[in-house]
C-alpha cells in the first residue's frame, strides 16, 4: 500500500530533524514577560486564529494601553501585525520603539518584511537604520531581506546585498549563500551564480550547485547544465534528483532531443540517483514538449507525436510502473491516452519494492525559522534527511 506521508506544513521542526542556527547560538522563539498581564497578552498573540487576524482589533486595542511594553511583547507584536499585513500599526509601534530606542535586532526582522510590503527599497533602507540604531545586522537581518528581493525577482538588490555584506564583514553560511544564489538563479544569470561559488567562504553543498542548475534552466543552457554536474562530482558534491531536474529542465529549454535526454539519464543511473515522480512528470512533458502544468492533454496531441516520442513516453510510464512511484495528473493523463499496460510480475520475479529511505524523493521546504525569516530546505520524503 502506499505510504502515508504527512504535510509539510503540520510537521514540527523536531520531526524534521531540522536546526537552524544564527551565529553562535539557536534562535529560540520562545518569549516571556514578567508582568502576568503582558504575559497573558503574549499568549493572545500566539493563540490559534491570531495570525490571520482573527483577534487584531482586541490585541492591537490592548497593547496600546500599556504604557511600557517588555521587549518581548513588543517582539510578538511586530511579529503578529507582520503575519497579518498590518502595516501603519506596525509603523506606528516601530516610532515609538525608536523614539525610547527600545528596538531590538530581532524586530528588525519583522520591521525589514513588513517595509518589504510597501517598496524593497524601504526594507533595505532598514538596515542603515539599524546602524543608526547602533544596532549591527544579522544573518536573519539579511534573509528578510533576500526573502523580499526573491520574491519580486530582484537579482541586482540580492547582488548589492551580498556585496555590503561582505564589506560589513558578515560570516556567511551555506543557508545564506543558497538564498543569494537562489535570487540570482531566477534571472537566469548562470555566470553570476557561479561567481557566487567563487567567492564563497563557507562549505560548499549540493543545493548550491542546484541553484547553478536552477539558473541553466532558466536560462536554457543544456551545455552549462552538464558541465555543472561534472563539476559537483570534481568538488565531492553528489548530484541528487533535484540536481537532475533542473539539468532536465534546461534540455527541455534548450529544445533538446532524446540524445541529450538519454545521456542524463545515463548519468543520473551512473551516480545511482532515483527518479521521483516529478522528474518522471518532467521527462514526460520533454518528450510531449508541453508545460507540466495547465495544460489538456488531447488524443490528436499524441496521435501527431513522432512514433519515436511515444516509444519514449510509454518508456517513461513502465518505468513508473516498475518504481512503485505514485502516478501524478499528468502521467495518469498520459498513460490513459497512449493506453499502456502495467507490466505483469513473473512468478519468480518479486513485486517492486515500496517507497523507502533507500529510494531518494526530495521536495523542495520553504518554511519561516525561529526568528520570521523564510528558509528553504530540502527534504528526502524516503529518509527524512534534510539539505
Known amino acids: ?79 503578529l501585525a507582520e503575519k497579518c499585513g498590518k502595516i501603519k500599526e506596525a509603523f506606528d509601534v516601530y516610532a515609538e520603539l525608536r523614539r525610547r530606542k527600545e ?42 531581506l533576500l526573502e523580499i528581493y526573491k520574491k519580486e525577482k530582484d537579482a541586482a538588490g540580492a547582488r548589492t546585498l551580498w556585496q555590503q555584506m561582505r ?33 564563497a567562504d563557507c562549505p560548499i553543498i549540493t543545493a548550491h550547485f542546484n541553484c547553478c542548475l536552477d539558473a541553466c534552466h532558466v536560462a536554457g543552457d543544456a551545455d552549462s547544465a552538464f558541465r555543472i554536474l ?16 533542473s539539468a532536465l ?26 527518479p521521483n515522480e516529478l522528474f518522471m512528470e518532467r521527462h514526460i512533458a520533454c518528450v510531449l514538449r508541453i508545460p507540466q502544468q495547465g495544460v489538456k492533454l488531447t488524443s490528436e496531441l499524441i496521435d501527431n507525436l513522432p512514433e519515436e516520442a511515444q ?3 510509454r518508456e517513461v510510464l513502465q518505468k513508473m510502473d516498475a518504481s512503485g512511484l505514485r502516478y501524478t495528473r499528468l502521467l ?30 526530495w521536495v523542495k521546504v520553504r518554511r519561516k525559522d525561529d526568528a520570521g525569516s523564510m528558509i528553504e530546505y530540502f527534504w528526502d520524503r524516503g529518509s527524512g534527511l534534510t539539505q
Open 1 to 79: 500500500q502506499p505510504r502515508r506521508v504527512v504535510p509539510l506544513a503540520k510537521m514540527s521542526r523536531r520531526q524534521l530533524g531540522l536546526t537552524i542556527k544564527t551565529g553562535a547560538e539557536t534562535t529560540d522563539s520562545r518569549l516571556s514577560c514578567t508582568d502576568p498581564e503582558q504575559q497573558k497578552l503574549l499568549k493572545e498573540m500566539f493563540s490559534k486564529g491570531a495570525a490571520q487576524g482573527h483577534n487584531w482589533d482586541k490585541i492591537y486595542e490592548a497593547y496600546g494601553q500599556i504604557s511600557t511594553p517588555e521587549p518581548a511583547l513588543s517582539t510578538a507584536f511586530l511579529s
Open 103 to 144: 528596538l531590538t535586532v530581532r524586530m528588525y526582522s519583522d520591521m525589514i518584511r513588513i517595509a518589504g510590503r510597501v517598496h524593497s527599497a524601504l526594507a533595505h533602507a532598514m538596515l542603515a537604520d539599524m546602524k543608526v540604531s547602533r544596532l549591527d545586522p544579522n544573518p536573519p537581518n539579511y534573509l528578510a
Open 167 to 199: 564589506q560589513d564583514s558578515v560570516q556567511g553560511s551555506e543557508v545564506m549563500l543558497c538564498s543569494v544564489m537562489s535570487v540570482i538563479a531566477k534571472s537566469g544569470d548562470v555566470a553570476g551564480a557561479e561567481a557566487l561559488l567563487l567567492e
Open 230 to 245: 561534472e563539476e559537483m562530482k570534481a568538488a565531492n558534491c553528489s548530484p541528487d534528483v533535484i540536481s537532475y531536474n
Open 332 to 361: 495518469r493523463e498520459v498513460k490513459r491516452l497512449l493506453t499502456v499496460d502495467s507490466p505483469a510480475p513473473q512468478a519468480d520475479e518479486p513485486p517492486p519494492l515500496p517507497l523507502s529511505a533507500e529510494r531518494t524523493d
Open 311 to 313: 516509444s519514449e513516453a
Open 249 to 274: 529542465g534546461a534540455i527541455d529549454r534548450a529544445k533538446g532531443g532524446k540524445e541529450e535526454r538519454d545521456r542524463l539519464l545515463q548519468d543520473m543511473e551512473k551516480n545511482e540517483v532515483q
